[in-house]
C-alpha cells in the first residue's frame, strides 16, 4: 500500500463471493477518491485481535461488515450511532480522530438499502408487510418498513423461539406483531403489498414452491426484495414474478446501503449522484433503476 493512501475493508465468512470491493472501487474512481479497498476472511474469533490491529493503524477510514460479524463486532465499538444504536447490529464501521484520540463509530446502512430499494422500486408505503426470516437482516428490514409508515408486520419465520429480538424490535417500533410458521407461508405473501425476504439463498425456495403451487388466479400485486442475490434469479423471486409481483435483485440493497458507506467513509455527499450509482451498478452487473 502507498504511504498516506486511505483504506477501507469488507469483513465476513466466506468473504471471496461479496460484490463490495468491486461496488466500493468503482465509486471511489468517479468520485476521484483514492481510497485501497480490501477484504478480510474473519469469524467472530478472529475480531478482538483484528481491531487491535487496525488500531494501531493509520489511514483507515472505514469497514463494511457482512455475516457473521455484525453483532459480534458491536462489542468492539467506542460508540453506535443511528439505526445501529436501535438495531444492536452494524454492518458499517468509521474512524473518528479527534485531539490525537480514535474512536470507532458503528454505523447501520443496511436500513436505508432496504429503503432506497424499495422507494426506487414505487413503494410510498408499507401497508401490508411481509418479512421472511428474523435474523439480523430481518431487523434492518423491521426498521426500513417502520420508516415506510408500516403499522403492523407479519414475520414468517422457520422457528419462531429464534424470533423474538426481531418481534421485540417491531413492538418497540410501534408495530403489531404476528409470527407465523414459514411452512404454508405463501397465503400471507399473496396478501402483503411488500415482502422482504431475509434468508439465505435457497433457504426460501420451500417457499417459493408453496407459491408456484397455488391457484392460477391467485395473483399477486406487491414488490418482492429477496436480499439473497447469489444466484439470481432465486426461485422465491422467479415464483413472485410468475404471479405478477415485481422482485427486486437483491443487489440493489447492497447498493444502496453501500452508497451510504462511502458518504461516511468519504464525507462526499456527492456519493449519491445518480451517475455514481450507474457505476456501482454497472460493477455488479445491475441494470440502473434509480430514474
Not at 434492518?140 to 423474538?164: C, K, W
Not at 407465523?180 to 426460501?204: H, Q, W, Y
Not at 443487489?251 to 452508497?259: K, R, T
Request: proline share 4%; with cysteine; hydrophobic share 50%.
Amino acid at each position: 500500500m502507498t504511504s498516506g493512501r486511505r483504506r477501507a475493508a469488507v469483513l465476513g465468512h466466506p468473504i471471496g463471493h461479496s460484490r463490495s470491493p468491486a461496488l466500493h472501487r468503482a465509486a471511489y474512481e468517479a468520485l476521484g477518491v483514492d481510497i485501497e479497498y480490501v477484504s478480510f476472511d474473519l469469524v467472530p474469533d478472529q475480531l478482538g485481535d483484528f481491531v487491535r490491529k487496525v488500531r494501531g493503524e493509520d489511514g483507515w477510514c472505514g469497514l463494511s461488515v457482512t455475516m457473521p460479524l455484525k453483532a459480534a463486532l458491536v462489542g468492539s465499538m467506542d460508540r453506535l450511532e443511528g439505526n445501529a444504536t436501535v438495531l444492536g447490529v452494524l454492518n458499517t464501521v468509521t474512524f473518528e480522530r479527534s485531539s490525537g484520540r480514535l474512536a470507532l463509530v458503528g454505523h447501520n446502512t443496511d436500513v436505508a438499502g432496504i429503503v432506497e430499494a424499495l422507494r426506487h422500486a414505487g413503494v410510498v408505503r408499507a401497508a401490508a408487510p411481509v418479512i421472511v426470516g428474523a435474523g439480523n437482516t430481518a431487523l434492518a428490514a423491521v426498521a426500513a418498513i417502520s420508516e415506510l409508515g408500516a403499522a403492523a408486520v407479519r414475520f414468517l419465520v422457520r422457528d419462531p423461539s429464534r424470533a423474538a429480538e426481531a418481534a421485540a424490535l417491531a413492538e418497540r417500533l410501534g408495530l403489531a406483531v404476528a409470527l407465523e410458521p414459514i411452512e404454508g407461508g405463501a397465503a400471507a405473501l399473496a396478501a402483503a403489498d411488500v415482502v422482504v425476504s431475509t434468508l439465505p439463498p435457497r433457504a426460501a425456495d420451500a417457499l417459493a414452491g408453496e407459491l408456484a403451487a397455488q391457484a392460477a388466479d391467485d395473483g399477486v400485486t406487491g414488490v418482492l426484495l429477496d436480499v439473497a442475490y447469489d444466484p439470481w434469479p432465486s426461485r422465491l423471486g422467479e415464483a413472485w414474478e410468475a404471479r405478477g409481483g415485481r422482485t427486486l435483485h437483491g443487489l440493489e440493497m447492497l447498493v444502496y446501503q453501500a452508497v451510504e458507506q462511502i458518504v461516511l467513509f468519504t464525507g462526499r455527499e456527492d456519493a449519491r449522484r445518480l451517475d455514481v450509482i450507474d457505476v456501482m451498478c454497472n460493477s455488479v452487473g445491475l441494470a440502473q433503476r434509480a430514474r
